[in-house]
């Protein structure tokens, strides 16, 4: 429940205006006034939060929340691991979005199907979201999941299904598969895979985080597009043009060892989301984890 008083302010010459104190402000169950927005985290606890796309069986997530996140959403297409990462590392109950109407049957029958293996392996129980891994543990579990195609799902839809702003994630994790690229570049141009590590970029700026970090796929430096483009050069322009950081910092730290973890964090700087950088300011500073 908020509160506001409104208080007359006068301006220069004879205008009058009204304004309202504490206008944005929210009370808490402590009686404390804090702004709107960041009661909207304040649901999800104290921990920084996280975003897992193409999350798979969950191996990042469980990473990442041991490294004390909180993982508030996640994202897949593969039933199986879909399955298996819901029941591992998902609240009870849990928020599942569908992104096509087709996803809903395609994951029952995914579930159905594991059931009767299930059966047949003397396994009597039903495998319910939550009750793996997350259960024996003092984490808390994932409150949303999109199963679907990741080309059809905008940062904006994930946000507000949160009830986030653009740039409160703390963290977006993935591993985009890339098996679509090859060293040449001249593998199948129609490969769907080509795409998705530029739409894990696609929702890194769609989200705005606070910090990236993209699995190091095997020889992905060595990767080109269909077009001859080095795959990083193009992951690398598209965040830059979306102004979430310079180009130079980005490939500064991606042309170091390849063992490393494509994680990065952008500090200092005035870039603000959707604001492009004016010719002449300083860029901006990066950080990085590796």
């Known amino acids: 429940m908020g509160g506001s008083m409104t208080l007359p302010v006068y301006s220069h010459g004879l205008h009058e205006r009204q304004v309202t104190f504490g206008e944005g402000f929210v009370s808490t169950k402590t009686g404390l006034f804090i702004p709107e927005t960041m009661s909207k985290r304040v649901q999800y606890g104290p921990k920084p939060l996280a975003i897992d796309l193409f999350s798979g069986a969950g191996g990042f997530s469980v990473g990442v929340i041991q490294a004390g996140f909180r993982v508030v959403a996640a994202l ?16 009870f109950p849990v928020n599942t979005h569908f992104v096509e109407t087709g996803d809903h049957d395609r994951l029952d029958k995914a579930l159905e199907a594991q059931m009767k293996l299930d059966t047949q392996a003397g ?11 997350i259960s024996t543990t003092e984490y808390e579990g994932v409150p949303h999941f999109w199963f679907g195609d990741i080309r059809k799902v905008s940062g904006a839809e994930i946000l507000k ?8 994630i703390d963290l977006v994790v993935g591993g985009p598969p890339c098996q679509g690229f090859s060293v040449g570049g001249k593998r199948n141009i129609m490969d769907p895979r080509n795409s998705l590590v530029f739409e894990f970029a696609r929702l890194v ?15 992905i430096r060595s990767m080109k597009t269909p077009e001859g483009w080095p795959v990083m050069d193009a992951f690398c322009r598209l965040i830059s043009d979306g102004g979430w950081a310079s180009f130079n910092a980005l490939q500064t730290y991606m042309g170091q060892s390849p063992e490393r973890k494509a994680a990065f964090r952008a500090d200092g700087g005035e870039s603000k989301p959707g604001k492009k950088k004016a010719k002449g300011v300083e860029e901006k500073q990066a950080s990085f984890a590796i």
């Open 205 to 219: 700026l769609e989200i705005w985080p606070k910090s990236f970090c993209m699995e190091n796929v095997p020889g």
């Open 161 to 168: 299904e949160l009830g986030l702003e653009r740039g409160d």
């Open 123 to 133: 396994v009597a129980s039903m495998p319910l979201a939550g009750h793996g891994w």
């Open 76 to 91: 897949d297409n593969w039933e199986l691991a879909v399955l298996t990462y819901l029941h591992n590392l998902a609240t």
